[in-house]
């Protein structure tokens, strides 16, 4: 009998602590450059004890992962492949160009994300190009076979804020709100089909 009581207290101690280990949540909205909201967009997670998680948004670009244990680190991956010329025009030439002319440069950095499609860390004639070629089918995607690009609502590299996916939670502490937009390359004008 005295076995019996210590293994029932001991199930009901295992069980507090199962219930008691906190869990969090990793969620946000996607939306397109010009600010449409992106329903049916996969979203993977990827964490240090999970296996994947899919999640699709919903019709007003919504994700959400729950149940997601404290402390471990966790890794968003947002993909989009194809489709090279969606919103891709000669106007966008007309526009990275006069930003390079500093006629009307930029003042978004979601646009120059936009803009330099050869991801050399600037806007310049070879991005020109590059844009130019793939508008007159001379190609068929971009230099790094890029399309689409997911960055955080709040991406600004000047000032040292926000990233681009795949993004890394470190240390789950508590939820957390990531709200991600879809940037498509060579589409500066925001034309690009929202889906």
Do not use: W
């Not at 040292?160 to 990531?178: F, K, M, R």
């Amino acid at each position: 009998m005295k076995n019996l009581n210590f293994l029932f207290t001991l199930l009901i101690v295992l069980v507090n602590l199962n219930i008691l280990a906190a869990q969090h949540s990793i969620s946000g909205q996607i939306t397109c450059l010009g600010g449409a909201l992106l329903s049916g967009q996969e979203v993977v997670l990827s964490g240090s004890n999970i296996s994947d998680m899919t999640t699709t948004t919903d019709a007003d670009g919504n994700y959400s992962f729950t149940d997601l244990p404290e402390g471990d680190d966790y890794t968003i991956k947002i993909e989009k492949e194809g489709d090279d010329l969606n919103g891709v025009s000669t106007f966008d030439l007309v526009v990275i160009s006069k930003h390079i002319l500093n006629i009307q440069p930029f003042t978004s950095p979601l646009h120059l994300l936009a803009a330099d499609v050869n991801f050399s860390g600037f806007v310049t004639t070879l991005d020109l190009l590059n844009i130019r070629q793939l508008i007159l089918s001379a190609t068929q995607t971009f230099p790094n076979g890029e399309s689409f690009l997911f960055a955080t609502s709040d991406y600004d590299p000047l000032n040292g804020t926000g990233s681009i996916a795949p993004l890394n939670v470190l240390n789950l502490e508590e939820d957390q709100v990531i709200d991600f937009v879809q940037v498509k390359l060579g589409d500066v004008n925001g034309s690009t089909t929202c889906e």
